[in-house]
């Protein structure tokens, strides 16, 4: 949590982040359909209806949405919970089998998925009902999907075993163009869709935030703001909680009573009012990596000096991150990237990958942790070269963080093959193998 958060929140009588960009039951807002959603995906599980699926657009609150369902459903009710589908094949089987806790004596499709009925049909006849909540669902390969139809076949007595509800975004109807899942698609008894909101409704949104964070003043944004915030962030509440938060910041800054216009103009600045859709992210996204550069110039150039250079790296040779044995051609060769040019570089390989090849998260570094940076960015252009180093930012605890990825392969086992031997040199660091759909969902500088 930044300092200014901390005053901010002191100055406005908060007890708590109101725009926070994890997902907390506590700031659910039943507004803007929101409520009516919620209710119906309760009662279509109590029915025993066996697929629903609701679509929102990243940032929208599908996320939290899915978090309320968990919170809300009934302690009859037994919840499989996956909240970003990276899995593939059979994994997806393994996933559901592990959180229904089954000892798996074989790790085969058929044998878990057999495994996954006979427990299924236990759980049913003890009283029981069985949900699988899948967030991201527009991510999941067309494997997976047939493995989902096959679920979903499992019934007794025309009660489905598996209740499934989908979380996606609207990328979900491509996949359901593929005629090979029709019979999956058929099923669905609901399709509800997350609306964006209105400017009334941000304005209604704000309050509720506020209000579950502690705020029991006048109305705080003005109209004025609320319609600034509404414009700018197309009515995406991710979008407008990056908005709201630095408005505050402005207002406290200001030691104004209220966010009033000015203060959304100050975070907006000079934004056209024609401005592409998530323009705004790679505003704040341009912002954090000139922050970042300008906090390395103060560092590393604490008196007035001339710089006839662009800045780079930060140098130090404490964080050496070249071993005493690496090849000097090798660490020529590597010569560094602007990071700037690195991210905008990331951003752009990022956005050209195919969905469903998949990456290697190797950590998240918190904004201001630039050495700790270098060194991880350094060490890994040592194994696999300074092209395939790439760098985004994104979120890390409801805080900026970078996330940085060991390259892009065309498949898991590839990407397996690449983990093992980043394994063999730094066995403490926990990668992630993902795919490129569920990472996009997490960027902050990526347009879709």
């Known amino acids: 949590?930044?300092?200014?958060?901390?005053?901010?929140?002191?100055?406005?009588?908060?007890?708590?982040?109101?725009?926070?960009?994890?997902?907390?039951?506590?700031?659910?807002?039943?507004?803007?359909?929101?409520?009516?959603?919620?209710?119906?995906?309760?009662?279509?599980?109590?029915?025993?209806?066996?697929?629903i699926q609701v679509i929102a657009e990243i940032g929208a609150g599908k996320t939290l949405l899915c978090r309320m369902l968990l919170a809300r459903l009934s302690n009859r009710v037994d919840t499989i919970f996956m909240p970003n589908f990276a899995v593939l094949e059979n994994e997806f089987l393994v996933t559901i089998a592990t959180q229904l806790q089954i000892q798996l004596s074989g790790t085969s499709c058929h044998q878990v998925y057999a495994r996954i009925e006979a427990e299924l049909i236990q759980r049913q006849a003890?009283?029981?009902?069985?949900?699988?909540?899948?967030?991201?669902?527009?991510?999941?390969?067309?494997?997976?999907?047939?493995?989902?139809?096959?679920?979903s076949d499992l019934a007794v007595r025309s009660q489905p075993l598996l209740q499934i509800v989908l979380f996606a975004r609207p990328e979900l109807e491509l996949q359901w163009a593929n005629t090979a899942l029709s019979p999956l698609r058929e099923r669905v008894s609901h399709n509800l869709v997350l609306p964006s909101l209105t400017v009334d409704e941000v304005s209604e949104y704000l309050a509720c935030r506020l209000s579950a964070a502690g705020y029991q003043g006048e109305t705080l944004f003005s109209a004025a703001a609320v319609q600034l915030?509404?414009?700018?962030?197309?009515?995406?509440?991710?979008?407008?909680?990056?908005?709201?938060?630095?408005?505050?910041?402005?207002?406290?800054?200001?030691?104004?009573?209220?966010?009033?216009?000015?203060?959304?103009?100050?975070?907006?600045q000079d934004e056209a009012a024609s401005s592409p859709r998530f323009s705004h992210l790679w505003r704040l996204a341009a912002i954090m990596v000139l922050g970042v550069l300008s906090l390395l110039f103060w560092y590393f150039y604490p008196d007035p000096v001339q710089i006839n250079e662009p800045l780079l790296w930060p140098r130090s040779e404490k964080l050496s991150t070249l071993s005493e044995n690496a090849d000097s051609k090798l660490r020529a060769a590597a010569a560094p990237?602007?990071?700037?040019?690195?991210?905008?570089?990331?951003?752009?390989?990022?956005?050209?990958?195919?969905?469903?090849?998949?990456?290697?998260?190797?950590?998240?570094?918190?904004?201001?942790?630039?050495?700790?940076?270098?060194?991880?960015?350094?060490?890994?252009?040592?194994?696999?070269?300074?092209?395939?180093?790439?760098?985004?930012?994104?979120?890390?605890?409801?805080?900026?963080?970078?996330?940085?990825?060991?390259?892009l392969y065309p498949d898991k086992k590839k990407a397996r093959e690449i983990t093992q031997l980043l394994e063999q040199t730094h066995p403490q660091r926990k990668h992630k193998i993902q795919t490129i759909g569920v990472l996009r969902g997490e960027m902050l500088l990526l347009r879709d």
């Open 1 to 51: 949590m930044s300092w200014g958060l901390i005053l901010y929140q002191t100055y406005f009588g908060l007890h708590s982040p109101p725009f926070r960009l994890t997902s907390h039951p506590d700031f659910f807002f039943l507004g803007a359909g929101r409520g009516e959603i919620l209710d119906t995906v309760l009662s279509g599980i109590q029915a025993g209806e066996g697929l």
């Open 126 to 151: 003890a009283g029981r009902r069985v949900v699988l909540l899948l967030d991201a669902a527009h991510a999941m390969p067309v494997e997976s999907f047939e493995l989902l139809r096959l679920l």
């Open 229 to 268: 915030i509404a414009k700018a962030a197309h009515g995406i509440s991710r979008q407008i909680n990056l908005i709201a938060d630095q408005a505050l910041l402005a207002a406290y800054t200001d030691q104004a009573v209220s966010v009033d216009a000015k203060h959304v103009q100050s975070v907006l």
């Open 337 to 407: 990237l602007l990071l700037n040019e690195r991210v905008m570089h990331s951003n752009k390989k990022l956005i050209a990958a195919d969905a469903n090849s998949m990456t290697i998260l190797v950590s998240k570094v918190p904004q201001n942790q630039l050495l700790r940076l270098e060194q991880l960015v350094r060490d890994l252009e040592v194994h696999l070269g300074p092209s395939r180093v790439l760098v985004y930012p994104t979120l890390l605890n409801g805080s900026l963080a970078w996330g940085v990825l060991a390259g």
